[in-house]
């Protein structure tokens, strides 16, 4: 399954809603299952250089088929995989990517970029349930 463009326009908006809700002005990257760009919002007073970060969340979270502060686990010092994140691009390995799930199948990726690590994770939580 991959997502539709209606689908990601939802899970676009509801990421936008909860960031309206917390008052945290981010930008939304939602690709489908091969990490190509589906949809984008950059909110009005998002930080610029977010930008490049949510599409890095959204993609770490595509190659490895979970949520990117899962993906941190491997990433530490002292883990296996250390320096795993300069491959692929670059990987991120903190809370703001998370697959879209509709009736319980991953149909796309959301990434999150702009504010805290915690309120990141709460947008995307909120965009990733379809």
Known sequence: MNISLQQANQALQQAIDKAVEISVPVNIVIVD??????????MDDALLGSID????????????????EAVGDFLQPGAKAYGLELTNGGLLGF????PITINGQVAGFIGISGGAITQ???????GSKL
């Open 33 to 42: 299952n091969t990490g190509y760009l589906k949809a984008f919002a950059r």
């Open 53 to 68: 970060i949510a599409l890095q969340k959204a993609k770490t979270s595509m190659l490895f088929r979970m949520d990117t």
């Open 95 to 98: 809370a703001g990517g998370k």
């Open 120 to 126: 990141d994770a709460q947008i995307a939580q909120a």
